[in-house]
């Protein structure tokens, strides 16, 4: 799994293996139908979550300049239901409109989202402890995750 037959003929090889290329790639056909690759399927409830991901975009020419697009894909995890928007910048605005626009479409809104490190929404990314990404949470401003919210003291506290 994950490397080709020659690949593996080629590796066998500096090894001292002086069979042929096609004996190795026989050899490698019968392990595939006999090891096929695990499959699990996720299994959600309805309205309970969406994936949210930034893609690259085709093109597009623009007052004669080519203009590269980001194509936004909201994509409901239980019906597999997908809404897809272009723009021209990955901006916090944009992220929220398209986001609106994919719960106006759908007709309601998921429970949660499932955001993939997209720049308009994640401020700071701790690549070893997910949970306490900065994440948007409001219109202006990005805080950390729950568990990471630190209190600043207000005047009137102070």
């Known amino acids: 799994m994950g490397l080709s ?13 002086e ?3 096609y004996s190795a790639r026989r050899f ?3 392990l595939e139908a006999r090891c096929p690759v695990p499959f699990r399927r996720l299994e959600t409830e309805p309205a309970s979550e969406a994936q949210v991901d930034f893609g690259t975009g085709a093109p597009v ?4 300049k080519r203009k590269r697009t980001h194509v936004l894909r909201v994509v409901l995890s239980y019906s597999r239901k997908g809404y897809a928007e272009s723009v021209f910048r ?6 929220i409109r398209c ?5 106006r479409q759908f007709g309601g809104t998921p429970k949660m989202l499932i955001i993939d490190n997209l720049r308009a929404a994640v401020k700071k990314a701790d690549w070893f402890d997910p949970g306490k990404s900065y ?3 409001n219109r202006t401003s990005a805080e950390p995750d729950s568990e990471d919210k630190r209190q600043t ?4 506290n102070a």
């Not at 037959?5 to 293996?17: E, N, P, S, T, Y």
């Not at 020419?61 to 004669?64: K, N, W, Y």
């Not at 990955?90 to 992220?95: I, R, S, V, Y």
């Open 90 to 95: 990955q901006t916090t605005e944009n992220f």
């Open 99 to 103: 986001i609106e626009n994919a719960h």
């Open 135 to 137: 994440r948007l949470n």
């Open 61 to 64: 020419l623009q007052d004669g």
């Open 19 to 21: 069979g042929s290329y």
């Open 5 to 17: 037959a020659k690949r593996i003929f080629q590796d066998l090889a500096v090894d001292g293996f």
């Open 153 to 156: 003291p207000s005047k009137e």
């Open 28 to 30: 490698t056909k019968q």
